[in-house]
């Protein structure tokens, strides 16, 4: 009998040295270990005579972050929450190093008066597929970022082909997509909507007398004027071009488009833009051409858009610093009222 048990146990070891398996033994009544993890502590490092002396106890090896993960494993399975102990942790090498462990054990003599004298399991390594594991979570961690990183880049190109470059108004190409938009939207519920037409007065001659970056810094201060007035979510403030500004103004009447235009053109009067570092300013004038869409008139946000243009003409023959409005959006004759401060006979751009 005794034979055969010993030949038994040299087909366990066998089979269990094959697989890379180590069998161990615990009594948990007495915390006793009665089989050491011989080959586990081999893996890391200790001598024969080191595991024999029993100076090392594996359970002063476990990282301090897996030790309690550990114990509610074996918790757990005590109290039959769970069918098998299973757990993976790190322990400390000889060397210093933290390697991967994995434990699979049951209790087998549950049925007993005193269960949990054996529990029997193994330990084995799987130092390499954490590290795969680790490598993966950081690459897919690295991918997290780069596809932030990405979303960030596109938004910012998004706002960049949608706004001008120079102002950080919305761009011609914006406009004319969300100024189609919303009048669209007009002619479906019917309800008002006025655009205005701004252009600085003389311009060349701001860049003639103070050269072209003052003339961007005057640009700038009449945009910034511009989207004073938006309100936000609602109105449409674009650089159109050159020294041109459009602003849409979503349920808005012609009053009150001619309103916000003349508010528009006394601030700009009153601007004194810094042109160097020396304290030169420069002031200037815009003249605005307004146009409201009715119920009726022709449709198209382009052909709103050339009215107020030809309105814009209008108040530029009539001496500039003017604000002009279409009576009558898509007339061939130009019935119109312009608005102009009398005291203000300026006309143009001032150079201080």
Known sequence: MGDKEDLNRERLELVLEAAGLDLWE???????????????????????????SGVQDIYGLFHPGDLDIVRRAVADHVQGVTPQYRAEFRLRSKAGEWIWFANYGRIMDRSSATPGKRLIGVTFNIHDRKQKEDEIAQINRQLVEQNQLLQTLNAALERLAANDALTGLANRRTLMELGANECKRSERFEHPLSLLVVDIDLFKAVNDAWGHLAGDRVICAVAHACAARKRSGVDIVARFGGE?????????????????????????????VPV???????????????????????????????????????AKQTGRNAVYCAEEPCG???????????????GGARLN
């Open 332 to 346: 061939d004759a130009m019935p119109a009222r312009w608005a102009r401060d009398p005291q203000d006979d300026t």
């Open 26 to 52: 615990n009594d948990l009544v007495t915390g006793q270990v009665t089989h050491k993890a011989t080959k586990t502590f081999l893996e890391l490092g200790f001598t024969e005579d080191e595991i024999v």
């Open 276 to 314: 160097n570092d020396s304290g030169g300013t420069v002031s200037v004038t815009v003249s605005i051409g307004v146009t409201t869409w009715r119920e009726g008139a022709c449709a198209g946000f382009e052909a709103l858009l050339n009215q107020a243009d030809l309105a814009l003409y209008r």
């Open 244 to 272: 041109e500004f459009v602003i849409v103004l979503p349920e808005t009447d012609g009053a009150s488009a001619l309103h916000v235009a003349e508010s528009l053109r006394r601030d700009v009067a009153a601007l004194q």
